[in-house]
């Protein structure tokens, strides 16, 4: 009796090393692949048995019982984080879990420029790769009540800046993080605003460093080109700047401004209507929002193109209009 329970115990004995062996050997051994790499989205919400089954559907050629029993062995299953992963030959399900659980994610980037409109953000949305299309056919006042901010002009509403994304997030994902991230700027810049500005809002300032991003030729002069606009502002003078009125013609603008433009009035006509057009007309970036709040101590009310990218900046009419004839018609 003695014999045969100790034959017992050493074969459960060897069976439970045998296990522990082949359990060791298997977690180590690079999985086998369908193809070179194998990808897989995880959704928030995804059970450990759940992502078990979608490697092994993706590609990944195992059991799946044995991946999710490995994931609930290792005390790690309910570590494992939602987004985009990838799996290479040579890499072994305890890299597998590893990557999941440290959220290891294959991420994509998208790129939105400082100047853009917001038809221009659209398209790059539209383009973006594996970012899954959520909002392409809601209005802009849709798409704004979404975001959570219902009433809201989407222009100008998203900060400029290059977004990382894991596969398969939503386009509306990506929009709420660009509209959280120029609200965050938008208050910062305002919060640190010289005193006397004749500037009600940050909404103000918004539009302000929308028209200052379009304006300037070379970075360092947008605090004078802010101060430009100040000043009119401050003597009710009209802003008189080209972007505006392009913006406001929108599809109709044939590439140059004419006349009958400038005389046509709508409201991004900055020629006819005194103060600031009704919205932004582009995304500023940080240096714009901070040149609207911080323009340069400077008298100038005037600045016209020189040609190489910078402007000259005139206190006086007449300053101004001799520029003009210098840089702009040749006479010296």
Do not use: C
């Not at 799996?87 to 790129?111: F, N, T």
């Not at 007449?318 to 004839?325: L, Y």
């Amino acid at each position: 009796m003695k014999r045969t329970i100790g034959k017992i115990l050493a074969i459960l004995l060897f069976s439970l090393l045998f296990a522990g062996a082949w359990a060791s050997w298997w977690l180590l051994t690079p999985l086998r692949l369908a193809s070179d790499s194998v990808e897989l989205s995880i959704e928030p919400g995804n059970s450990p048995r759940e992502v078990a089954s979608a490697w092994v559907n993706a590609g990944v050629q195992s059991d799946p019982r044995l991946l999710y029993q490995w994931f609930r062995w290792s005390g790690q299953s309910r570590l494992i984080r939602a987004g985009s992963y990838e799996i290479h030959r040579g890499e072994s399900a305890m890299q597998l879990l590893q990557k999941m659980v440290r959220g290891d994610q294959v991420l994509e980037q998208l790129r939105f420029i400082e100047g853009w409109n917001f038809s221009q953000i659209r398209a790059a949305i539209a383009r973006a790769p594996a970012l899954k299309p959520t909002t392409a056919g809601l209005t802009e006042a849709q798409l704004m009540s979404l975001i959570g901010a219902p009433g809201q002009a989407a222009e100008g509403r998203f900060f400029p800046d290059t977004y990382a994304y894991s596969r398969g997030v939503s386009d509306l994902t990506l929009l709420k993080r660009a509209h959280q991230a120029m609200q965050k700027r938008l208050a910062a810049a305002w919060s640190l605003r010289a005193d006397g500005l004749p500037l009600k809002s940050a909404d103000e300032a918004l539009i302000l460093a929308s028209i200052i991003e379009k304006e300037t030729g070379a970075a360092s002069e947008r605090a004078m080109v802010s101060a430009v606009f100040i000043n009119r502002l401050r003597i009710g003078m009209p802003l008189q700047t080209d972007p505006t009125v392009i913006y406001g013609l929108g599809e109709r603008y044939s590439g140059r401004l004419r006349k009958r433009d400038l005389l046509t009035d709508q409201p991004f006509n900055t020629y006819l209507r005194r103060g600031l057009p009704p919205t932004p007309i582009s995304m500023p970036g940080n240096a714009s929002l901070l040149a609207a709040l911080h323009p340069a101590p400077s008298q100038a009310q005037y600045f016209v193109a020189r040609g190489d990218g910078s402007s000259e900046f005139s206190d006086t009419l007449s300053a101004h209009n001799r520029a003009v004839n210098k840089y702009q018609r040749g006479n010296k």
